[in-house]
């Protein structure tokens, strides 16, 4: 409510501004234009984010000074701190990253945000760039309307730098009129009082803009037309990093856990710097002064050293941040814990920030799935026979684990099924099924997740064959009949000897040697499923067995061996996939 009312109140004073003062509306306009380059620009990179760009901010996060360096080139090149934070984010909601690797992805973006300061400095105001603007947009408008994605992509970016370049030149020409009118350096604030005044104004101008890229932008146009003191644009550079937090945590709100301490530690970060940079303000200053000296930067040239600054300052921070990162992991863990008291039902790493980017899509339906039935479809199959999971997991001979194991466990397959696996099977189908409609998927990724719907369907289908053998196994419990109840310890021995080979295939020890012995096990089912079991033949000839009990066998024998094959098969799946988009190592 009091975003949409600061909205519309800013909606009718800017209306006011610009009917009262045409000349502001070339500003405002260059401004407008500059924003929607900027986001043109980021739709573009979008395209190329698909693959390399997620394979490299990945595997970029095992060292802090990789992440770090990574996220500040990323940055710089594709001019969006933003969509670095929007993967990071997908990225640590997948599991993909830890929490330390995320903050130094984005402590590095802070620096590589700085590249658009000295572009502006640099070449945007140095050359005429309206003559380099537009060929830019023509060609970028061309490549847009092809329907190669790769050349839409290429187009966005032309034509977002384009209008980036052309936003300065308006902003310019708007600074350079507006002089001729109203001398905006006559507010200058000297001092301290400055410094603080002029930091605030750096605050509230981003959090309206929603990007210190384009506040900084304005800021130098502004120094370069001489409307504003070299001392009050440094303060609001200082503003400007730290009210671009206000919009990473105004956009944190709805988001979840990872967000929220990737906007706290944004937020903290920003803060401390600005804190710092007003403080030693002048030393900074100095600082600059020398290193403009040493970098042959003329004395009067305020934009370069503007930008010069900017980058000075935010380095600084992040060689002050880089001692605490491990504290400020712990404390953001335990400020914005995962919720304790989810429900059995609920997913754990299946989130909308999840739905950005098809290799975090692919690693959180891997690790959902894999969940799904470590804790579930695992416990609800070996209690349907009566079966304790950890026996299952020792290393007990199975013939005695089947011996010890003759009570009925009054397993309540169906209610089992309803309390801990059908709500987190359709959030699973749900969000696969979304990635393949909404993103942009290669054909090895599009199979990937179609591979984990058909695990996740013969999981599903496997507890439904379990619930029939249970009733079946606790029938044959309450007949009394050996020869009934051997049958059934001779199907439950097979079932735990397969769900066994795939604990420790899972396990990874020596993950080849079981591989093959799972291939033997389901060749062997399959053979099976073909032909009848002699046993129950010779039993119904010596009337050992009844009629009803033999018809029980007859059809177990068949559901027992399509269940090993399905149980395989998930396995495969899951566990036996080594060269997925994104490896993924989950435990047990």
């Known amino acids: ?66 992440s770090i360096t990574t996220g500040a080139m990323v940055t710089a090149l594709i001019q969006s701190s933003s969509l670095v934070s929007v993967i990071t984010i997908s990225f640590i909601s997948a599991g993909l990253i830890s929490l330390a690797g995320g903050l130094g992805l984005i402590f590095g973006a802070n620096i590589g945000t700085t590249a658009t300061a000295w572009l502006v400095a640099g070449f945007g105001l140095k050359v005429k760039i309206s003559a380099l603007a537009l060929p830019m947009l023509i060609f970028g408008i061309i490549f847009s309307f092809q329907k190669k994605v790769s050349l839409k992509g290429i187009g966005n970016v032309l034509a977002g730098l384009g ?62 037309a001489g409307q504003i003191e070299y001392e009050n644009a440094l303060a609001l550079a200082i503003g400007a990093n730290v009210g671009t937090t ?72 992040v060689i002050l941040m880089i001692p605490f990162i491990k504290k400020l992991e712990r404390i953001l863990l335990r400020f914005y814990k995962e919720r304790s008291d989810k429900d059995i039902d609920e997913p754990k790493y299946l989130n909308p920030a999840v739905l950005q980017f098809p290799g975090a899509v692919i690693s959180a339906l891997v690790k959902e799935s894999k969940f799904l039935y470590q804790n579930s479809v695992f416990e609800i199959v070996t209690h349907a026979l009566n079966i304790h999971r950890e026996d299952v997991k020792s290393d007990k001979k199975l013939k005695t684990v089947i011996q010890d194991s003759q009570t009925d466990f009054h397993t309540n397959v169906e209610d089992l099924y309803y309390t801990k696996v059908k709500s987190i099977y359709s959030e699973i189908i749900a969000y696969a099924t979304t990635a393949q409609s909404t993103l942009t998927l290669n054909n090895k990724q599009n199979k990937a997740i179609t591979d984990i719907k058909i695990a996740n369907r013969k999981m599903v289908e496997t507890i439904k064959d379990a619930r029939e053998l249970n009733k079946n196994i606790t029938y044959a419990l309450s007949k009394g009949n050996d020869y009934l109840n051997k049958e059934y310890d001779s199907y439950r021995k097979k079932l735990v000897k397969v769900l066994r080979v795939i604990y420790l295939f899972r396990k990874e020890e020596d993950a080849k040697v079981y591989e093959g012995k799972l291939k033997d096990l389901k060749k062997e089912a399959k053979a099976n499923i073909k032909h009848s079991n002699k046993s129950i033949d010779k039993l119904i000839r010596k009337n050992l067995i009844t009629a009803e009990m033999a018809s029980s066998l007859f059809n177990d024998y068949a559901n027992v061996n399509d269940m090993i094959k399905k ?12 060269d997925s988009l994104f490896e993924d190592n989950g435990g047990d």
């Open 1 to 66: 409510m009091i975003k949409r009312l600061l909205f519309y109140f800013l909606l009718i004073l800017l209306g006011i501004l610009l009917y009262h003062n045409p000349n502001f509306k070339t500003i405002s306009a260059g401004v407008a234009i500059l924003l929607f380059g900027m986001i043109m620009l980021e739709e573009g990179f979008k395209v190329f984010t698909k693959g390399p760009l997620q394979n490299i901010l990945k595997s970029a996060t095992n060292k802090l000074y990789k």
């Open 163 to 224: 209008f980036f370049f052309l936003g300065i030149h308006y902003m310019k020409e708007g600074f350079d009129v507006f002089k001729e009118y109203i001398d905006l350096s006559q507010y200058a604030v000297p001092g301290f009082f400055g410094v603080v005044v002029y930091t605030g104004l750096g605050i509230v101008i981003t959090t309206i803009l929603q990007s210190s890229s384009a506040t900084l932008a304005l800021i130098l146009t502004a120094l370069a």
């Open 246 to 317: 206000i919009t990473a945590v105004l956009g944190a709100i709805g988001s979840n856990s990872a967000g929220k301490r990737l906007a706290l530690a944004h937020f903290i970060f920003n803060m401390v710097t600005g804190l710092v940079a007003i403080v030693f303000i002048y030393p900074l200053a100095k600082l600059v002064n020398n290193a403009s000296d040493f970098l042959h930067i003329a004395n009067t040239n305020y934009t370069l050293k503007l930008a010069l600054f900017h980058t000075i300052f935010n380095i600084v921070g």
């Open 567 to 578: 149980l395989i098969e998930v396995a495969e799946l899951l566990y036996g996939k080594k």
